[in-house]
């Protein structure tokens, strides 16, 4: 078995070479790429995609996959052999239904569709997009019929994001969530306490905001011999490898939040992809499982850590350094005001508390639009009806409003549920590090985090994707994703601010 | 033939995009790639190039020439379907005798050794640097040995960079040139006259060089809506495609010329790239036709028009009030310093008539090391020597001196020469651009630089790669390649600074 064990392997290394240089000409369309090269960076992502997927489908490798399947069997289920046998053949089984010509088409549709949406935000100018909009949603339902499904549409999409979810279920974890939720914004607005947010603006000056940031996320963990940051609209992470793995961000010299709290959540997705074990590098088992992981991941260092009382103890007097006009607030004021809780408009400066009716207004819009219940013309009004109705509040551009998230321009549709997996995920296996490191939160106010990030190399990013989201998560905690203590979690902050 | 010809053309649009893959990693490694990743671009960039060999090799290309040359024959020799043809032929022919895995190794190797030369080079240490070249030249070997050769294996190296020139023509062209230079560097040094260049040292702002040389590089005609300008250590000027054409510099805060005459040089590469014909894009026949003709085109901007009187008579009162200590510098003074003839150590800041011997040097030393008559061990002494020999000074660093240039360590070997073959042709074109438009340096004077920029567009951009390098010249000019009006050029030049 060697021999075919190897040739799998060498087949799974071009194709993630492939699947890098797509995603670096991706990142450098972001960053640096001249405005006159759109059509033809979307002409070459295209062929790279079609390549990708080409060697991804190649029938060599079902015939390589039937010849391992017998070996994988006998080798322990945590091997890395039976490990990358049994992904290799759900997602080849998943990937073969696709056309070539159509992950081309889909490619390039999306390259052009991110390339409008900047502008078409700058400009608040929704019938800009909406074509693009309309392609990439009848695209995305033409790519769910070729990949099947058994009881909604949706749920095509979301396996290929989260691995074995359905939408029924992400339905039975949100509705309990909303009402919840709507309990504690409730609680919120009745305890009448007042929080001073007035700090979080002023002048932030750029440099002063990065350099703090980055001094941050070193102190995390992440390694910037193998990753740079960058800015970017919308902030992500992205890797080319365990060893190239960049952060982007965004920088408001008027607000606190914007930059440093999307690096702490950008800095946690780098310290999963950075942690996935050498020897699965260079194959598909490299790298974060699945979005909801990765999204504990970055929930855990951005809220967990990075919104908590003991992180806060230690960096508050790096900020006041930072930004002397904070020398006169008092630290109780300043952790109250990054912990406000508050309908706002914006999903990625949302509060805890909050954040989860952004994502429960878009899973319904899109779910909407896929079984045509809803016109992507009519859209701003859907989307303004729903933030009325869950949040209390009304954009009042459509840049505030349908066209602020990046995602759907880049035909990222069933992917938002995932953040919210990730959220209620993080508690759990917060929960369960400092259940093996009580004293994790002592250390965070020495501005120690290797006991928390120990625990995460340990038991979520040295496996990469050997194990299904559930799986992992059973290994690492005893349980199934469970929403009680990432409820419970959100009692105990608005408890702790407003006093109720 | 409709049917073949386009499928010909598909498999070119991929072969051009996995290229322009490949361009921009190696792009991002010099600028941004994390120093942790270099091992994982390695891999990255030899899985495309192998890919990318792949592609250009099918033997489906083949048979899909066979098909099409009967019908190509039947085209006007100047028709763009004659010309794809054609061109394929003769890189298909020589592509197919690379094995695929020699070109995975050979890209793997360069990779990795053009990650070690900046450190060595910074440490002044060649020993850490001299088992990779030792590497590179025995591949280059290897390399000559798959293409062929009937005289001298270093045919076999310069076929790929000038398409039909030989190592011996090469010789004959610098014999003659050498003794001409050698005659006008003694008419310099007995002339007596003194240049003085002090005006060119001091206190260059960083951002301000920048702005100032962005600036004349757009009133060349670069399309920064196409383009962009980056700083790395050794400057060149990548593209991937027409629209995305991008510049890179130096920028030294201390000197004058770095920044400057490296941006006009860099665009004069540029200029060539965004003004392929758009219906030849995405296909082989894009972009610059060789490495000589290219650099006729960078070395006519930075020097035929960037160190001419008529350019400096718009462009001085700028770098006057960009740099206030100038101001009380006359313009002849600047005009004399930047013209100054003098022997020196690093070729990309040689003059005008010292930078020929060191492209000799170069030559000559790397037919010695592929003849075996020179080891690799040796190469710092031999260099020294040679130095002491053509232009009588000796680097005290091997910085200044074998490890100064890039192109080793990316396996260009058998490429300096072009670089005097393309002054040569700057001269030859420029004549006939002055000849069809005679008041173009008036122009000039005035910071109008269409006339020359359009000759050039008609008659060499537009091109692309359609023509050899011959059948070019002879288009635009009627004549072959002829040094002898790039020496009369340097008499005048000579003349004119010293009076001699």
């Not at 033809?40 to 995609?49: D, F, I, K, N, W």
């Not at 939160?441 to 340990?458: P, S, T």
């Not at 905690?477 to 409820?487: C, M």
Request: proline share 4%; net charge negative.
């Amino acid at each position: 078995m060697d021999t075919q064990l190897q040739d799998l392997k060498d087949r799974l290394a071009t194709i993630k070479d492939l699947g890098s240089a797509v995603a670096l000409m991706s990142w450098d369309q972001d960053i640096h790429m001249p405005a006159g090269a759109a059509q033809g960076r979307a002409q070459q992502m295209s062929t790279l995609s079609r390549l990708h997927h080409d060697h991804f489908t190649d029938p060599a490798i079902g015939r390589l996959l039937e010849d391992l399947e017998p070996w994988a069997a006998d080798q322990p289920y945590d091997s890395d052999g039976a490990a990358l046998v049994r992904k290799m053949r759900r997602d080849y089984d998943r990937e073969i239904k696709v056309p070539s010509e159509f992950v081309a088409r889909f490619t390039k549709a999306r390259s052009i569709a991110n390339s409008v949406w900047p502008t078409a935000k700058q400009e608040n100018d929704f019938a800009k997009f909406a074509p693009h909009l309309e392609e990439i949603f009848g695209m995305t339902a033409e790519y769910a019929g070729y990949v099947g499904y058994t009881d909604h549409i949706y749920d095509a999409l979301l396996d290929g994001y989260e691995p074995d979810m359905k939408a029924a279920q992400v339905e039975a974890i949100f509705i309990p969530l909303r009402e919840e939720t709507v309990k504690l914004v409730q609680a919120v607005r009745e305890s009448g306490q007042a929080v001073d947010v007035s700090c979080l603006s002023g002048d932030f000056d750029h440099d002063t905001q990065l350099a703090l940031a980055t001094k941050m996320v070193q102190a995390f963990g992440y390694d910037m011999n193998r990753g740079r940051v960058d800015e970017v609209a919308h902030p992500y992470c992205t890797n080319f490898g365990r060893d190239d793995v960049r952060i982007t961000t965004t920088v408001d010299p008027t607000f606190f939040n914007s930059n440093f709290f999307s690096m702490l959540h950008e800095c946690g997705h780098a310290l999963y992809e950075q942690g996935s074990a050498p020897a699965l590098e260079h194959t598909t088992l490299a790298g974060g499982v699945s979005l909801g992981i990765h999204e504990s991941q970055s929930r855990l260092w951005e809220n967990l850590v990075g919104r908590s009382r003991s992180f806060w103890a230690w960096a508050y007097p790096q900020v006041q350094a930072s930004f002397h006009h904070l020398r006169g607030v008092p630290s109780e004021t300043f952790y109250r005001a990054i912990n406000v809780i508050e309908p706002s408009l914006i999903r990625i400066e949302a509060d805890e508390v909050t954040y989860n009716l952004h994502i429960m207004l878009r899973f319904e819009i899109e779910k909407a639009i896929l079984e045509g219940k809803v016109k992507i013309a009519d859209l701003p009004q859907e989307w303004d009806q729903r933030m009325e109705n869950y949040l209390g509040v009304v954009p009042s551009t459509v840049a505030q409003g349908v066209l602020q998230d990046v995602h759907w321009s880049l035909g990222l549709i069933g992917y938002f549920p995932t953040y919210s997996l990730g959220n209620i995920v993080s508690v759990q296996l917060y929960e369960a590090a400092k259940a093996a490191h009580p004293r994790l939160e002592d250390e965070f106010a020495q501005g120690q985090f290797g006991a928390v990030l120990g625990w995460m190399r340990e038991n979520i990013h040295v496996h990469g994707s050997k194990f299904t989201p559930n799986e992992l998560l059973k290994r690492a905690t005893g349980s199934e994703i469970d929403s009680a203590p990432y409820v419970a979690y959100l009692k105990r902050k608005v408890a702790d601010i407003y006093g109720v």
